[in-house]
């Protein structure tokens, strides 16, 4: 018999709480400036005070985390987004003054976009940063004044649970709630009529919200991911460069959408590129199994899953260079643990080039021009990020020029997403829409024009008004023309 429960109850108790907030919205009337402010503070103070407890959750859920990677991939920038939001929300709420055309203005005419928010704001959070994933949309969601629904992945339970018992201390379930469950939780979640929802994660898993929320056209920001690309350019110092890519992928142990995916290294350069990526591993990660500072892969699931592609990668005869300097047996599932590993030159039909990566491998593509790189990643789907390394002024501007990509760092890896005054969204494939600051603070509000006529009857002072005579033919000669 199964145990599978029913969709109605599982959608039920959503749509009560979707209800409740909608009612509280519509009860407080327009949001004030000291009540959007009281939340974002209740938010900081919830991560300052809760900080060990967040990060002992994460690392059960990770099976090896380091507490200094949730402190600063999670915590750290979900308070620096909640303050930044808090510091320019006063002049972000005040709206904009728009131009009214000639002779409408002459008359006292006003134009302005009010940003007003749009209700209740469906949130779903990957398991890679568990905690900023909740955060940096939710600042900008509760900035523009809205009420929050947020569903957790289920692959870090640990953390959902947690969030779920801190939101309930500092909140009403009618201001911000969080709702756990699986896959089938979901599915409903991603059904319910919000007023707009924000969905991160797996392409795959995108495409089926899109199509849910299409339902009730719910307008939908889809942060997705793929296939980020770097160029290494022919100018500049190699080891400097290896290093910083080296310390980006290995950042979680390449579980991040914005991780680096596929380098391009000047052929010329590949040897001495490999060998300072090896020299860089050893100074951050001499061992791998016993190391509170490497992270784990999220799960057995996701480990085999990584391993397939490099085991598949040794079979078909590419160069695979483990970077393990203790030479350390990471076979067990259990433990979930991989070296980072470097492909070499990998076939395009592998599963290493097909696939994100999303977890710690990268692949390596000798090159010769860098268009060659360009007509490479131009033929694929948009990338997420990109990253660009060189000192070469004349080709930085061409490589961006003739690119495109939802975000780019130039000599560093991941750097544009730490910065809350940048929109952070995809391209296609990557994503629709983006959030972050004070594009974020738009994409949560409705942005609602404001006509104020001014003091004369316009229309009726120019004769636009039936019965229709040769004025107005003339008017309009002389307004359409080239």
């Known amino acids: 018999m199964s145990t599978q429960p029913s969709l109605d109850s599982v959608i039920e108790p959503l749509q009560q709480t979707l209800q409740t907030q909608r009612d509280a919205f519509l009860r407080e009337g327009e949001v004030a400036l000291e009540t959007r402010v009281d939340r974002l503070n209740r938010c900081i103070a919830m991560l300052v005070d809760h900080q060990k407890e967040i990060c002992a959750a994460v690392d059960e859920d990770f099976g090896g985390r380091s507490r200094h990677v949730t402190l600063m991939t999670d915590i750290f920038t979900s308070v620096g987004s909640l303050k930044f939001v808090r510091k320019n929300l006063k002049k972000w709420i005040k709206g904009e003054k728009r131009k009214v055309p000639v002779p409408m203005n002459l008359f006292g005419a006003k134009a302005r976009v009010h940003y007003q928010p749009k209700g209740v704001i469906g949130i779903m959070t990957p398991w890679n940063v568990p905690v900023n994933m909740i955060f940096s949309p939710l600042a900008d969601a509760i900035g523009a004044g809205n009420r ?66 299409a339902e009730n056209l719910t307008p939908v920001t889809l942060e997705l991911g793929g296939k980020s690309p770097v160029i290494v350019s022919d100018s500049g110092n190699i080891e400097e460069y290896a290093e910083k890519i080296i310390a980006g992928k290995g950042m979680n142990a390449g579980q991040l959408c914005i991780s680096p995916d596929y380098c391009f290294v000047p052929a010329s350069r590949l040897e001495a590129f490999i060998t300072a990526c090896k020299n860089t591993i050893n100074e951050l990660y001499p061992t791998i199994n016993d190391n509170p500072d490497f992270v784990s892969v999220i799960n057995e699931r996701h480990f085999d899953r990584v391993k397939g592609y490099i085991d598949e990668a040794r079979e078909a005869g590419a160069r695979v260079e483990a970077l393990n300097p203790a030479n350390e047996d990471w076979s067990d599932r259990s433990r979930h643990r991989i070296p980072l590993h470097m492909i070499v030159d990998p076939a395009d039909d592998l599963t290493c080039m097909q696939d994100e990566i999303f977890g710690p491998i990268l692949n390596i593509k000798p090159y010769r021009t860098v268009d060659e790189c360009l007509n490479f990643i131009n033929q694929r789907p948009r990338p997420l990020a990109m990253y660009y390394f060189g000192t070469d002024k004349i080709e930085r501007e061409h490589v961006l020029a003739n690119s495109i990509a939802g975000g780019v760092t130039v000599n560093d890896i991941a750097m544009h997403v730490s910065c809350d005054d940048l929109p952070f969204g995809g391209v296609g494939n990557s994503g629709i829409g983006n959030y972050r600051g004070f594009e974020g603070f738009r994409t949560f509000s409705h942005a609602k024009a404001v006509y104020q006529q001014g003091f004369v009857n316009l229309a009726k002072l120019a004769g636009t008004l039936p019965p229709y005579s040769e004025k107005v033919d003339n008017m309009m000669a002389q307004q359409i023309k080239k």
Do not use: N, W
């Open 148 to 213: 929050v629904m947020i569903k957790p992945s289920e692959f870090t339970p640990k953390t959902a649970e947690l969030m779920q018992r801190l939101f309930r201390e500092y909140f009403e379930d009618s201001e911000i709630c969080i709702v756990t469950g699986g896959a089938e939780v979901g599915a409903a979640f991603s059904s319910l009529r919000f007023d707009h929802l924000i969905f991160t994660g797996a392409t795959s898993i995108g495409k089926l919200v899109m199509k849910a929320a």
